[in-house]
């Protein structure tokens, strides 16, 4: 027998299992030392709105019968290897889910990714952190496993209509995640855990007879009365197949510079810009859990999600926190020498000292009447110069410009600057130099109201880096909301994240998952 509980727990009882077993057992009115009962948590969120952060659980108990997995055994894949093929361009989770689901449909995938694989970009990534030097092939967002796989592995997604969450969770858990992403509200996999976990998507889909090429690059499409055929790479190479997936990521500025070449139907879209804020994670933790020294043992980092509505030159627009890293690290992603760009990441553990987010200001396309003169690629035209003349002003290197945050907040130039988890080394800059103004004045804005809803956030011990550029794609690759095939150029399907479709890991695998079905549905029935 099975009965389901709904608790509200301390952070003890909810996170050490034998104090949490027997917490169940004592609200059941059952002896501890029952034998015949197991509790297993489903369902998992943290509730820190009072004075006591408290942690509600749904459970299952089990009566004298042992818990049903969670997971049943991983789905066989069927071998593909002498079937119809289909070209995924693009590694990324969008481009890995999209060739598993061709797999499940019987169609063979074939996955192009300009960087390496998941083992071989770690030399590139520490060349960036130690040398400064960014290979345009191979860095934090090009590469088996895409952007995400070194720059956080949050799994929490607000998307639904794209998919079923459920079934990818699952997917990775079968691939080697913790079934505690199946559980907690905010999933996270960790950055040190995401590369194995990537080469073993990749191992399911060779299995299955799948392809996998590495550093090769798309360069050009094969065109034919408005219908893709294939696509032509760096070394000249024509890869044929029936439908082509077009999963680059939001930073593969030269395929849009291809697309608007080839007079491909694309649209310069909405983003946001502004810069990373890192503040010691102990204090985000006394602001977040109420309390007076540290978190204890239980529970996790803290973190925290903020959104104001700024008005300036009589324009609203909103300024918000993005992909906030509780215990992590701020990282170069820079895709291009000469431009700086950053991110962040949390290991699984959450351990780092530091906490950091992206604080963005909403960018539209009438903020930006100057770079209309470059049509669809306005939007990107803008982004590139932001983060060239952070380059600049950071010293032409990969040393990030920086400023306390309440400096800034009084246009005052830091004196010096607190210890980093960013590598590559910060200087002392005058960040209204390095942000547009109508981006600084809103990110002024945003901080003066964030340190009223946050008491102790606005502080001089908390700086801003610049710049944090990559937060969604400045360029839309339009697509029919039913059938997901471009409007004009028929076999091609823009796809997730670097087409305007999706906005983190999870989004992206449902909409390459969905992609592949929308594309498999056409042309084989």
């Known amino acids: 027998m099975k009965k389901e509980l709904q608790l509200q727990l301390t952070p003890?009882?909810?996170?050490?299992?034998?104090?949490?077993?027997?917490?169940?057992?004592?609200?059941?009115?059952?002896?501890?030392?029952?034998?015949?009962?197991?509790a297993r948590q489903v369902k998992r969120s943290i509730d820190a709105r009072g004075r006591q952060v408290k942690v509600n659980v749904t459970a299952e108990v089990f009566f004298k019968e042992k818990p049903t997995p969670f997971l049943t055994s991983p789905k066989a894949y069927q071998n593909v290897s002498n079937k119809e093929s289909i070209i995924i361009v693009g590694a990324g989770p969008a481009g890995l889910f999209a060739a598993l689901r061709a797999i499940e449909l019987g169609v063979k995938p074939i996955i192009i990714e300009r960087g390496k694989d998941v083992r071989s970009r770690r030399r590139d990534i520490a060349a960036i952190n130690k040398d400064h030097i960014v290979n345009p092939e191979s860095n934090y967002c090009f590469g088996e496993g895409g952007a995400g796989t070194y720059s956080d592995g949050k799994l929490y997604t607000r998307s639904k209509k794209r998919g079923d969450i459920r079934r990818i969770m699952e997917i990775l858990v079968a691939h080697g995640a913790t079934e505690e992403i199946l559980v907690d509200a905010h999933p996270h996999?960790?950055?040190?855990?995401?590369?194995?976990?990537?080469?073993?998507?990749?191992?399911?889909?060779?299995?299955?007879?799948?392809?996998?090429?590495?550093?090769t690059k798309?360069?050009?499409?094969?065109?034919?009365?408005?219908?893709?055929?294939?696509?032509?790479?760096?070394?000249?190479e024509r890869i044929f197949g029936k439908g082509v997936i077009l999963a680059t990521g939001h930073s593969a500025?030269?395929?849009?510079h291809l697309l608007h070449h080839k007079k491909i139907l694309i649209e310069a879209k909405p983003f946001a810009l502004g810069v990373r804020i890192e503040h010691a994670q102990n204090l985000i933790d006394r602001i977040q859990y109420h309390c007076a020294v540290d978190r204890g043992p239980y529970l996790p980092a803290s973190s925290y999600s903020l959104v104001h509505q700024t008005t300036y030159e009589g324009k609203q627009r909103g300024v918000f926190s993005f992909c906030m890293c509780p215990g992590g690290f701020i990282v170069p992603a820079a895709t291009s020498p000469g431009e700086i760009v950053?991110?962040?990441?949390?290991?699984?553990?959450?351990?780092?000292?530091?906490?950091?987010?992206?604080?963005v200001v909403a960018v539209e396309l009438e903020d930006l009447p100057q770079y209309q003169k470059y049509g669809p690629l306005a939007a990107m035209m803008f982004q590139a110069e932001v983060e060239q003349k952070a380059w600049k002003l950071g010293g032409e290197s990969q040393t990030a410009p920086a400023q306390r945050m309440a400096d800034f907040t009084q246009k005052r130039l830091s004196k010096d600057l607190l210890e980093t988890s960013y590598q590559p080394g910060l200087l002392s800059v005058d960040m209204y130099e390095v942000l547009p103004d109508f981006i600084a004045q809103r990110l002024k804005q945003g901080l003066l109201?964030?340190?009223?809803?946050?008491?102790?956030?606005?502080?001089?011990?908390?700086?801003?880096?610049?710049?944090?550029?990559?937060t969604s794609s400045p360029v839309r690759i339009p697509r029919d909301k039913e059938s997901f095939e471009h409007p004009i150029i028929k076999g091609l399907y823009p796809c997730a994240e670097g087409a305007g479709y999706a906005g983190g890991i999870v989004s992206a695998a449902m909409d390459g998952e969905r992609c592949a079905e929308k594309l498999i549905e056409k042309v084989f029935g």
């Open 342 to 359: 950053v991110n962040g990441m949390s290991p699984s553990r959450r351990d780092s000292k530091f906490a950091n987010s992206g604080m």
């Open 12 to 38: 003890e009882e909810a996170y050490n299992e034998e104090v949490f077993q027997n917490t169940v057992l004592k609200r059941l009115g059952l002896a501890s030392e029952n034998q015949e009962i197991i």
């Open 218 to 236: 798309v360069v050009d499409f094969i065109l034919e009365s408005n219908a893709i055929k294939g696509v032509i790479t760096a070394e000249g």
């Open 449 to 470: 109201a964030f340190g009223q809803k946050m008491k102790g956030y606005l502080t001089n011990d908390a700086q801003i880096i610049g710049v944090e550029s990559r």
């Open 253 to 256: 500025r030269d395929i849009f």
């Open 189 to 215: 996999i960790g950055t040190n855990k995401l590369p194995k976990l990537v080469a073993e998507l990749r191992e399911s889909i060779l299995q299955a007879g799948g392809q996998v090429l590495f550093e």
